[in-house]
């Protein structure tokens, strides 16, 4: 309540913006971290004395921030390429080379590559691991495609 001042109360989202930081660390207190905000800002309106205008343009703004910023974490938006790591990369192009087991894979510990599909899993939006074995034979079939058109020019 001390980041809100008198004037322009309707403009102040610094609170908002911890609200929104403390829920990406911690998804579990999402309705209480955001209750509390509300509950925040009602008691910060009207000590203030602030119109009910201002508040409902403050709770406009604060749901379409929200929202955004869930949208953003939610990664509900398509990628064009895979974020792989070159490790990631060979462990990949063993496992699309026909290695159906991950203690197949040359050069890697078993557990290594469970690792490290895990992270390129969570880094291309929590996908499963065949989905990212089947995205990443598509973007190399498009790579290898590129490479052939490219060669010809």
């Given at each position: ?45 009207s000590i ?39 490790d990631e ?19 890697f510990s ?44």
């Open positions: 309540m001390i980041a809100f001042e008198k004037t322009f109360l309707f403009n102040n989202f610094t609170a908002l913006f911890i609200v929104c930081i403390v829920i990406m660390i911690k998804p579990k207190i999402k309705y209480i971290a955001m209750s509390l905000y509300f509950a925040a800002v009602c008691v910060a309106f203030n004395g602030e119109s009910v205008f201002h508040f409902l343009i403050h709770i406009v703004r604060s749901i379409w921030f929200v929202g955004s910023v869930f949208f953003v974490l939610e990664n509900q938006f398509e990628r064009k390429r895979l974020v792989l790591y070159e990369v060979k462990i990949l192009e063993q496992l699309c080379d026909g290695k159906i087991y991950q203690k197949e894979v040359e050069g078993e557990n290594t590559v469970y690792r490290k599909l895990k992270a390129a899993r969570e880094r291309n939006g929590n996908i499963t691991r065949e989905q990212l074995i089947s995205l990443f034979k598509k973007e190399r079939m498009g790579r290898k495609s590129s490479e052939k058109i490219f060669r010809q020019i």
